[in-house]
Structure formats: C-alpha cells, structure tokens
C-alpha cells in the first residue's frame, strides 16, 4: 500500500521545542560533532601511517578500500538501522570505531605491522561506516518534530564544518608530537566522548512497519532483511517526492564530488596557484556552506523548499564550472564561496525534506538510499574525473561536470511534486 507522510507518532509535536533548545538534540549533535572531528583526524593518521609504511600507490590502495564495503553494504545498513533503532546502531558502531582504532594505536606503539594492518583498519572502517551513515541520517527524525528536521540539518552543517576545520590540524599535531599512534589515539578518544552523549539521548517509541493484515488478524512473522530492503525501495517509487529526490541527488553528486575534490587539486596546479591557493579556494567553500548552515539553524524553516532546493542546484552548477575559468585565486575564492553558499543550502533542504517525506519506519532505508549515491559511488567518480583532465583539461571536464549538476536541479524544476513540497511548519 502508499505510505504517506504523516506526523510521527514518537516526536514532539510541532513548535512544541526549538531544536537548538532540545537537550536530545543538543546531545546527539555534541556526539556528532565528537565522531566528525575523530573521523578527520582518523583519516590524518591513516593516511600518514599508509604514506610512511608502503609506496604511494599502496598508500592510496589503503585509502581506498573503506569506500568498497560502503557502496556494496550501505542499503543493508538503512535495514539494519529501521530494524534495531537508530540510536543503538549508533551506540554500537561508534563503540566499535572506538575498540578498533585504540587497538590499532596500541599495535603501531608497540610495533610496526604495516600496511596489511592499515589496509584492515580501512576494511572494518568502510563496514562500519555502512551501517553507521543510515543510522545518522535516521536519528534526527526520531528525537525532534518534522518542523524542526531543517534546522537540525543546519546544525548539523556547521557541525561539520567546525569538524572539517579542527580535525586536520588536530590529526597533524598529533601526528607530529606522537606519530601515527598518537593521532589514532586521539581519534579514539573522540570517538569515547561521543558513546555516553549518545546514550543519554532519548528516542521516541519505535515506530511499527506499515501492514496490510486485517485488522484483529496475527501480525505476519518479522519480514526477512530482503523483504525489508524491498519495502524501502518501494517505499521510494511510491513517494513522488523522495522519487525524484532521489535522482536530484544522484546527479549532483555525481557531478559535484569530482570537480571539488580532485578537478581542483589539478586546477590550481594548472594555474600556478600551489597549494595555498588551493586551501584558500577550499576556504571560501567552507565558508559559504557553514553560512547556508548557520542562516537554516537561525530561520529553521525555507518556504518552498523543493524549489529553492531545485533552483540552488542548478544555479551552483554554473558556479561548479565557472570555478575552471576565473583567472585569479581571489575571483576563484568568491566563486567558491557560491558554490559553498548554494551546495550548503541544497545539501540541509535535501535532508531535511528526505526525512520528512519519509514515513517514519523507513527513515533508515531511505537515508541508505541516498548516501549510497552520496559516499558510495560519487567517490567513484574521482579516478575518472583525473583521467579526464589528463586527456581533456580542467576546463571541459569542469563544464560536462556542472552539466551533470544542472541535470539535477533541472529533475527538480521538471517534477511538479518536488518541485511544491514544502517543510512543515
């Protein structure tokens, strides 16, 4: 049958506490902000130690493999995360990213295993994180009221943002008074201080699985995790919104994660800009997503939402590929700074309008949905998006990929039910 959105059953009700004043979400997003800065300075240590123990195509091999488990086991964690609540997921993963790293700190202080023990780290990691993400993305829907889900997204913004900018100079200064060991220990410790805040959150009743049963008839036997994973898909198909939504985020990912992420690196090479050139360009981007984050935590709500989120993704597409052709690093800051500004407002209105879409049982399986897009085949597009520069250059790859970008936002603008959702108040 067609689930509809209704309010949940298990939140607050609407308006009843601001988000920024819930002390759940305070704790969650305290225990967020922990586990972010632990995972920078996570990937700090690993790529070091990786750098330090094998040659740098090994080095890049470890690097890599936490993204292979993600893209095959990512929907398997959206079940995993409906089936058990998203706040035990949590608490699970989290307790087990903490258990491994620490012992990994330990091993590499008492000797030196080399790359096959990095190269599991990365494995385990890439596992954990596959049931971990669907999990995030779940929790919010299941402490706050629908109406308060985009300022939470906005909070969760600057969040990461703050993680972003403390984690790497963390994992460096670690790394550079301890070695690697130090900087997976202080990974760990994070991680540590994340588990009791997350403990101490309280999570609405578990919502029940939508049934078709009669009413006075025996509930059917707990589907299998197959039939879960079926559910969900079709819980998708039958939601016009999340549909669409679906493929909106698909390919502005697809066309954004590559440009940003390795088209830039090449880009300021090109230009002469260096390294520092580069960092500042990044800085601007930052910048203007930790401000599309803070200005959704002030307002907590965008009227339009599908719309404006429609209209930020093909607008930012422009701005993706315009970033191959400003002639200075200041006039390629200001551009990143729009992109920042427009992926960040695109990026909150996305989650929040994915969750509140969603009924409330198939949170986790929908968040899957759009993370395997989004962490696990994305990255996919990096190898390609290099080789494309070496044959083409910065300036039309840059150009196919804000192509792709525009599809995105242009899925948006052609669905009329994207195109009208709303946030609730």
């Known amino acids: 049958m067609t689930v509809t959105p209704a309010i949940s059953a298990y939140a607050p009700p609407a308006g009843d506490r601001p988000a920024h004043r819930d002390p759940d979400v305070l704790r969650w997003l305290g225990a967020y902000a922990s586990s972010a800065i632990g995972d920078n300075i996570y990937y700090v ?18 690097m890599a493999v936490s993204a292979v488990p993600r893209a095959l086991l990512m929907l398997g964690g959206g079940v995993i995360a409906d089936r058990f609540g998203p706040r035990r997921v949590l608490i699970t993963s989290t307790g087990v990213r903490c258990a ?86 202080a990974a760990a410790l994070l991680f540590a201080v994340a588990l009791p805040l997350l403990t101490a959150v309280r999570m609405g009743r578990r919502p029940e699985q939508p049934s078709e049963e009669p009413a006075g008839q025996e509930p059917p036997a707990r589907p299998t995790a197959a039939r879960e994973l079926r559910d969900g898909l079709r819980h998708i198909r039958r939601n016009p919104v999340l549909a669409r939504l679906m493929v909106v985020i698909a390919l502005s990912d697809l066309g954004f994660v590559g440009p940003l992420n390795v088209g830039l690196a090449l880009l300021a090479d090109e230009r002469g800009w260096g390294a520092a050139g580069m960092g500042w360009v990044l800085a601007g981007f930052g910048a203007g997503a930790g401000t599309a984050s803070l200005l959704l935590t002030i307002r907590g709500r965008v009227p339009r939402a599908g719309l404006v989120l429609s209209v930020t993704i093909a607008v930012g597409a422009a701005a993706v590929g315009a970033l191959a052709f400003v002639p200075t690093v200041l006039a390629a800051v200001g551009v990143a700074l729009a992109v920042g500004l427009l992926a960040g407002l695109s990026g909150a209105l996305c989650g929040a309008l994915m969750q509140t879409e969603s009924d409330p049982a198939f949170v986790g399986r929908v968040t899957s949905v759009a993370s395997l897009f989004s962490l696990g085949l994305a990255p996919l597009t990096f190898p390609v998006t290099g080789a494309a520069i ?27 039910a994207l195109r009208h959702a709303e946030l609730p108040r």
């Open 100 to 185: 491994v790293v620490a012992a990994v700190a330990v091993l590499l202080l008492v000797s030196s295993p080399g790359l096959w023990l990095l190269g599991l780290l990365a494995l385990v990691f890439g596992v954990v994180d596959a049931v971990l993400m669907p999990a995030l993305g779940a929790l919010p829907a299941r402490i706050t009221a629908r109406g308060q889900l985009a300022r939470v997204q906005g909070m969760r913004g600057m969040a990461s943002r703050l993680a972003n900018v403390l984690g790497a100079p963390l994992g460096g200064l670690g790394v550079a008074l301890g070695g690697a060991a130090a900087a997976f220990g």
């Open 390 to 416: 070496a044959l083409w250059g910065t300036g039309p790859v840059f150009a196919a990929s804000a192509g792709v970008c525009a599809l995105g936002g242009l899925a948006g603008l052609c669905s009329g």
């Open 45 to 62: 240590a690993l790529s070091w130690a990786a750098v330090q123990s094998g040659t740098p195509s090994q080095a890049g091999l470890v």
